[in-house]
C-alpha cells in the first residue's frame, strides 16, 4: 500500500521482531534469527517470516553453530581467522575474516542454506556484514560477493540481502586506522561508493541502515551544536542519493538502568531507545528529532518502493516493551507509517 501526503509517497516501515517481545498496538509477522556462526540453532515453531541476522565480527566468534561439528565441512570459513590481542595481550579474541575469499563467499551461502534447511524457513531477509578494510578492498569484496548471491537467489529467488554499515567492534590491532572504524563499509561515503558499485555490476544486494552506527563513524558527537545540524543535513544528503538502495533500517540507542539502591549504569547496545542515541553521540536534546525528520525526507521520496525493514535493536531486558514502544511513536510522529 502507498501513503501519500499532499502528494509526497511516504516511508512505510516493516517492523522485525527483535527479541521477540510483542507490542500492545504493532504486531508483525516476521523474526529476527541469529544465524552467527556460534548461533544456537534456533527452533522457530511459529508460522512467522524470518531475517536472518549474520555474522557480523563484533566481539569475535567461535565455531560453535552444531552445523560446524562434522568433520572436513566450512573449511575455508573455519581457517580464515585471526586472533586479536585485546586488553594489553590478557586475553585474546578471534575474528572469522569475512569475504576474504572467493571459496570464502561460496561456503558462507552453503552455511546459509544449511542453516535454513535445519530450522525449516525461506528468509524474506538476509543481513549480511562488511569484512575489515585493511584485509580486502571493496572491488575485491563485491567479486566475492556476487558468488554469494547467485548460489542464494538459485535456492531463495525473493529473498532480500541487505549489507548493514558496521562500526563497533573489538578488532582493534590495526595502527594505522587509529580511531576509525576497521570496517570497509562504515561511512556514508563509503555507502554511496558501494551503491554506485551495486548499479554498476547490477547486483540484488541492498542497504540496511544503522543510524546510530552511521553517526557514531562520523563522530557526529563531537560536532557543536552549531555544526551538529549542518553534519546530519550532510549525511542525509547522501542518503537521499542512495536512498533506492536502502531497503532496511536499525534504530538503538544508549540506555540507562538504575539499580535498587539507586546507583546508574549505562548500556550501549542493545538495552535501549533511540532517545538514548543523544547521550550516546552526546547530542542536544532536540537532536533525535531533527534526525529523524532529516530522515523521513532522504528516505521517503525515493522512485522505487519505499518500504523499510525495521530492526528496532533493543532487548527485552528491563523496560525494552516500554522503550519499543516510545520509539514507534516517535517514527510515526516523524511521519513514518507502519
Ligand atoms: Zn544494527
Not at 57 to 66: A, D, L, Y
Not at 240 to 252: D, M, R, V
Request: charged share 30%; proline share 3%; net charge neutral.
Amino acid at each position: 500500500m502507498e501513503f501519500r501526503i499532499l502528494g509526497i509517497k511516504m516511508s512505510k516501515l516493516i517492523l522485525v521482531n527483535f527479541d521477540k517481545f510483542k507490542l500492545d498496538n504493532y504486531s508483525s509477522n516476521i523474526d529476527e534469527i541469529c544465524a552467527k556462526f556460534d548461533a544456537k540453532m534456533a527452533v522457530n515453531d511459529n508460522d512467522n517470516e524470518i531475517s536472518l541476522h549474520t555474522e557480523f565480527c563484533g566481539g569475535g566468534s567461535r565455531f560453535s553453530n552444531t552445523l560446524f561439528d562434522k568433520e572436513g565441512c566450512y573449511q575455508e570459513l573455519k581457517s580464515q581467522t585471526e586472533e586479536v590481542y585485546y586488553r594489553n595481550g590478557n586475553c585474546y579474541i578471534h575474528f572469522p575474516l569475512l569475504w576474504i575469499s572467493k571459496e570464502w563467499s561460496i561456503e558462507f551461502a552453503e552455511y546459509i542454506l544449511e542453516f535454513c534447511q535445519k530450522i525449516k524457513k525461506t528468509p524474506k531477509v538476509i543481513e549480511i556484514h562488511p569484512p575489515f578494510k585493511d584485509k580486502i578492498n571493496l572491488d575485491e569484496f563485491l567479486i566475492h560477493y556476487e558468488f554469494f548471491e547467485k548460489i542464494i537467489l538459485q535456492k531463495f529467488h525473493n529473498v532480500n540481502i541487505l549489507i548493514e554499515n558496521r562500526t563497533g567492534t573489538l578488532y582493534s590491532n590495526i595502527e594505522t586506522l587509529k580511531n576509525e572504524s576497521p570496517f570497509l563499509i562504515s561511512r556514508v561515503e563509503d555507502l554511496v561508493e558501494l551503491s554506485n558499485k551495486i548499479r554498476l555490476k547490477d547486483l540484488r544486494l541492498k542497504i540496511t541502515l544503522d543510524l546510530p552506527q552511521l553517526l557514531n563513524s562520523h563522530k557526529i558527537g563531537y560536532s557543536t551544536p552549531q555544526k551538529l545540524k549542518k553534519d546530519i543535513h550532510e549525511i542525509m544528503r547522501s542518503i537521499k542519493l542512495i536512498n533506492h538502495h536502502i531497503k532496511g533500517l536499525h534504530l538503538w540507542g544508549y540506555g540507562t538502568e538504575i539499580k535498587s539502591d539507586g546507583e546508574k549504569r549505562y548500556h550501549v547496545a542493545h538495552f535501549a531507545g533511540f532517545e538514548g542515541i543523544i547521550k550516546y553521540v552526546n547530542l542536544p536534546i532536540e537532536g533525535q528529532n531533527v534526525i529523524l525528520r532529516y530522515l523521513v525526507r532522504a528516505l521517503h521520496d525515493c522512485q522505487n518502493e519505499n518500504e523499510y525493514y525495521l530492526v528496532p535493536e533493543i532487548f527485552k531486558k528491563l523496560n525494552g516493551k516500554d522503550i519499543l514502544n516510545k520509539l514507534m511513536l516517535q517514527l510515526e510522529e516523524s511521519g513514518f507509517k507502519f
